[in-house]
Nanobody
């Protein structure tokens, strides 16, 4: 499956952004989806995941209550809605697809990755 992430940009602290991850090539509904991010000089870290059925989600503690992951199987797209953004949320955000059903917090479980979209939050 091919993944295309979009929606990043520059936003002030406290603002919102919605990232999209468009999938093509294989049935989107068969994959759990995840979002990860990588800030300069840091390792890639888990942000959020959603199961293939959409009935189970998980979040990193740092974004819980501020970010929401969702999916629209009819549009073959996953989303990450980000509210109350902070400067420490600045990173390149990647979406990924996992053939497992649950949506892992570990990047090694994911089979396909998008190219990343830059999110910059100014203070």
């Amino acid at each position: 499956v091919q993944l295309q992430a979009s929606g990043g940009g520059l936003v002030q602290a406290g603002g919102s952004l919605r990232l999209s991850c468009a999938a093509s090539g294989r049935p989107f509904k068969n994959y759990a989806m995840g979002w990860f991010r990588q800030a300069p000089g840091k390792e890639r870290e888990f942000v959020a995941a959603i199961s293939w059925s959409g009935d189970s989600t998980s979040y990193a503690d740092s974004v819980k209550g501020r970010f929401t992951i969702s999916r629209d199987d009819a549009k073959n797209t996953a989303y990450l809605h980000m509210d109350s953004l902070k400067p420490e949320d600045t990173a390149v955000y990647y979406c990924a697809a996992d053939r497992g059903s649950r949506g892992s917090t570990w990047s090694g479980d994911y089979d396909y990755w998008g190219q990343g979209t830059q999110v910059t939050v100014s203070s």
